[in-house]
């Protein structure tokens, strides 16, 4: 499986929502990440998870709030977002360093396509 | 600190024309090199990638080689098809202690017409 797996696909919320996304890899992997992309842009990092702990926080404002509840589990939390915040959310994973194949690769989920009414 | 410059485009072949995107990279050391693809609606697909100098990277008819002396990493493909109208990101992976940050160029929009 190798597979990084995010729900839903799309989200439609208003701004006095409150509302999670969710990621799920099987790899084994130990490092999760989080990343905003604008249509047509590179994709922003907003944090990053190694060994279950936040070892990245990009500023993101206080109204994205990440979670990482195991080491196959990644969830965003959304609340009070506003309509600038419509975006796609990547989340990736890669493997720990010194692993076998350590090739500094990230492998992408399919994103979740959000809508802030 | 790394960053990666990539042409922006956007860029419009014809089906079977030569493809080249241009990517050169800023970095300390040996970073790993990557070509990420993004389809329409769809999430980043890794399409190649390469992890020391000298590497070529190759995958669906598309090529890139890890080029140190010039620190370039450009994307080519011999003919392309209207299924490669897609946007391509270059980007670089640095290693820290337990994970990676990737630094991304800012995204070549490659349009195939029939």
């Known amino acids: 499986d190798t597979e990084v797996t995010q729900t839903p696909k799309h989200l439609v919320m208003g701004m006095t929502n409150k509302k999670s996304l969710k990621c799920e890899q099987h790899?084994?992997?130990?490092?999760m990440y989080w990343y905003k992309q604008k249509a047509k842009k590179p994709p922003e990092l907003m944090f990053v998870?190694?060994?279950?702990?936040?070892?990245i926080n990009e500023s993101v404002p206080s109204r994205f709030s990440p979670e990482c509840p195991n080491s196959s589990l990644l969830n965003l939390h959304l609340h009070a977002l506003q309509p600038e915040d419509s975006a796609l959310y990547l989340c990736?994973?890669?493997?720990?360093?010194?692993?076998?194949?350590?090739?500094?690769?990230?492998?992408f989920g399919e994103g979740s396509r959000l809508t802030v009414l | 600190g790394d960053s990666v410059t990539q042409m922006e485009g956007p860029v419009t072949l014809s089906e079977e024309a030569f493809l080249t995107i241009n990517c050169t990279y800023t970095?300390?050391?040996?970073?790993?090199l990557f070509w990420y693809v993004q389809y329409p609606g769809e999430g980043l697909q890794l399409l190649l990638k390469?992890?020391?100098?000298?590497d070529k990277g190759s995958n669906k008819g598309f090529e890139a080689t890890y080029r140190k002396e010039t620190t370039s990493f450009h994307l080519e493909k011999g003919s392309v098809q209207v299924s490669d109208s897609a946007v391509y990101f270059c980007?670089?992976?640095?290693?820290?202690?337990?994970?990676?940050?990737?630094?991304f160029g800012a995204g070549t929009t490659v349009t195939v017409r029939a």
């Open positions: 990736a994973s890669s493997q720990g360093r010194g692993g076998a194949w350590d090739t500094g690769e990230l492998f």
């Open positions: 790899m084994g992997h130990r490092a």
């Open positions: 998870y190694s060994y279950e702990k936040l070892s």
């Open positions: 970095a300390t050391g040996y970073p790993s």
């Open positions: 390469a992890t020391k100098a000298d």
């Open positions: 980007a670089l992976s640095r290693s820290r202690s337990n994970d990676y940050k990737l630094s």
